[in-house]
């Protein structure tokens, strides 16, 4: 259980650093303006074609006697948007590192040589045009396990009571990892961690993760949540995937706010 209170620790810490860091915060928040728009008009089209898109999918409902067939279809219909809000959660951090990969490798740096010892960051070799093909790949990886866990969580979600109670909690554990494990993929990458290393590394410290991610996922539920947390997010997963490489870390990140710091 200590790993579960780290990892929401982890968290804490990176929002106190794009706090004392108002320039990385401010250049953080624009990937995840672009992505939110870009959410934001899918969801509204659905909610708006979303009854349409299902009645052309069920047309065996036409000759339903009222009200079953408005209500089943209205049940599909609420499921629909559930489940694409599900994924939105799910997909959103990986898009939005995925538009954003230049911003949050500087602000990552940054947070790493704030931390560390000799005030030095591990940089990757690659060209850019290489770290974004690895991030996007990786990203298509992850996003289909993702939408794995998705559907299967959505075909549980009609299980009697276990449907409507445990399949939401450990929707949000599942939704957790996935969020710890894009997050800290922008550290880990650059120290040439693969993702196949990266998902071992997680699964042994579940509680870890956990603790950073299932918060995080909750809190993006919430409109507009998602894109002030974002900077906040690569600066705590960050620390924590030194913590998973057992890189010593100074208390730089608990460094008193000053108005130098604030105007970096």
Do not use: C, N
């Not at 870009?38 to 999918?57: F, I």
Request: charged share 15%.
């Amino acid at each position: 259980m200590r790993d579960l209170g780290a990892g929401f620790g982890y968290l804490l810490k990176g929002q106190r650093w794009v706090a004392r860091h108002g320039r990385s915060y401010g250049f953080g928040l624009l990937p995840g303006l672009v992505t939110l728009l870009l959410y934001a008009a899918a969801l509204v089209a659905l909610a708006l074609w979303g009854d349409d898109l299902v009645a052309w999918a069920t047309p065996f409902a036409d000759d339903w006697s009222s009200p079953w067939g408005g209500l089943f279809r209205g049940l599909l219909t609420a499921v629909l948007f559930a489940l694409a809000l599900l994924l939105a959660v799910l997909t959103f951090t990986a898009v939005t590192l995925l538009v954003g990969q230049p911003f949050y490798e500087s602000l990552s740096e940054r947070v790493d040589r704030d931390v560390s010892p000799d005030g030095t960051a591990p940089e990757s070799d690659l060209p850019l045009h290489r770290e974004l093909w690895i991030s996007a790949r990786d990203s298509l990886r992850i996003l289909a396990r993702a939408a794995l866990w998705g559907v299967l969580l959505f075909a549980l979600g009609f299980l009697p009571v276990v449907g409507q109670t445990v399949v939401p909690v450990v929707g949000f554990f599942v939704t957790g990892f996935f969020l710890a494990e894009e997050l800290t993929a922008v550290a880990l990458q650059r120290r040439g961690v693969d993702l196949r290393e990266r998902l071992t590394l997680l699964r042994a410290r579940k509680l870890l993760a956990w603790g950073f991610g299932t918060p995080l996922g909750l809190a993006f539920l919430v409109p507009f949540v998602a894109v002030f947390l974002m900077p906040g997010a690569v600066a705590g997963a960050t620390l924590m995937a030194r913590d998973l490489m057992d890189e010593e870390t100074t208390e730089g990140d608990a460094t008193p706010l000053t108005k130098e710091s604030v105007g970096s």
